[in-house]
């Protein structure tokens, strides 16, 4: 990234990674403790109620005590990343310069590691603050492939032609990368339509592995189930029992849990295998269902 002790000058520096030199300088506005509570008890609601859109979690706040307007709700989740799940009209198009792939796991029987890898992002509340999670799954045994955390969305996006997708490096394609590095390369690669996703560098490495590429639909859920579950598995067995103090202690706590969850978790739907076990010994359970 920009390094001020270079030769080069930062409006140099700044030209060739793509990004504007305000940005530089931008130092994000910490976010206020009263917001900071809303969207920790957001996060909550949404793994309970996924279906609820920013009227529905407005009026169960309201419920609870909380004033707060549907508008500011519906800022909050944006900030946070999420949505209501459902299936919705395909009204929404693709930003400029990115293609939507279409959802190729439809009926499609998952009987082996490696057939298909699904990727996601969540936000993870802290004790002050909050980061995002982003993982690759192995669709058919659970296994959690590789994993990044970081303190902005926009971190996890490879450069495009968006000014919002500007930036050098891209924790999803790293992650993606250590998946490839370690595990060999899926036949079909699904994920949602975020920009982290449809961005050119992104779909540049699953093209150069001749990977097929795969999009939920917009807000189906079912599309992307099993990254759902691992979502609201981490949540309610690791991140609502602790209180992070730093982004350092959640990465620490966070790889621990994922440690525990791939080699000593067992599954019912693995028939009481670990992932690890069934992606490194597939002695075949039951096929999962896309």
């Known amino acids: 990234m920009i390094d001020p002790t270079a030769k080069l000058s930062v409006s140099r520096q700044a030209i060739v990674l793509g990004i504007s030199r305000g940005s530089v300088y931008y130092q994000p506005r910490p976010v206020p403790d009263a917001d900071l509570k809303l969207m920790h008890r957001i996060d909550k609601l949404h793994m309970e109620f996924p279906f609820a859109g920013s009227?529905?979690?407005?009026?169960l706040l309201v419920q609870e005590g909380f004033k707060v307007g549907r508008l500011h709700v519906a800022t909050l989740m944006k900030r946070m990343g999420i949505e209501a799940l459902y299936r919705k009209p395909n009204t929404s198009k693709p930003a400029p310069g990115h293609k939507i792939y279409p959802y190729l796991l439809r009926k499609l029987p998952i009987t082996r590691p490696n057939q298909v890898w699904a990727m996601d992002i969540t936000y993870i509340p802290m004790a002050r603050g909050f980061i995002y999670l982003a993982a690759v799954l192995d669709w058919f045994t659970r296994k959690v492939l590789a994993w990044r955390v970081s303190i902005t969305l926009e971190a996890f996006v490879g450069r495009s032609f968006h000014r919002k997708d500007r930036f050098s490096s891209s924790l999803c394609i790293e992650a993606v990368e250590e998946a490839l590095a370690r595990h060999g390369t899926p036949e079909i690669f699904n994920t949602d339509q975020g920009s982290q996703f449809t961005s050119?560098?992104?779909?540049k490495v699953l093209a150069a592995h001749k990977i097929k590429i795969s999009m939920d639909g917009k807000g189906a859920w079912r599309d992307n189930v099993f990254v759902e579950r691992l979502w609201r598995t981490i949540k309610y067995e690791e991140v609502?029992?602790?209180?992070y103090a730093s982004v350092s202690e959640a990465r620490i706590s966070i790889g621990r849990y994922l440690g525990f969850y791939n080699s000593r978790r067992p599954h019912s739907s693995l028939d009481g295998k670990t992932p690890d076990q069934a992606y490194f010994n597939p002695l075949a359970p039951e096929a999962a269902a896309a």
Do not use: E, H, K
């Not at 009227?55 to 009026?59: A, D, I, K, P």
């Not at 050119?200 to 779909?203: A, N, V």
């Not at 609502?240 to 209180?243: D, G, P, S, V």
């Open 200 to 203: 050119i560098d992104f779909i």
């Open 55 to 59: 009227r529905m979690l407005q009026g």
């Open 240 to 243: 609502y029992l602790r209180a």
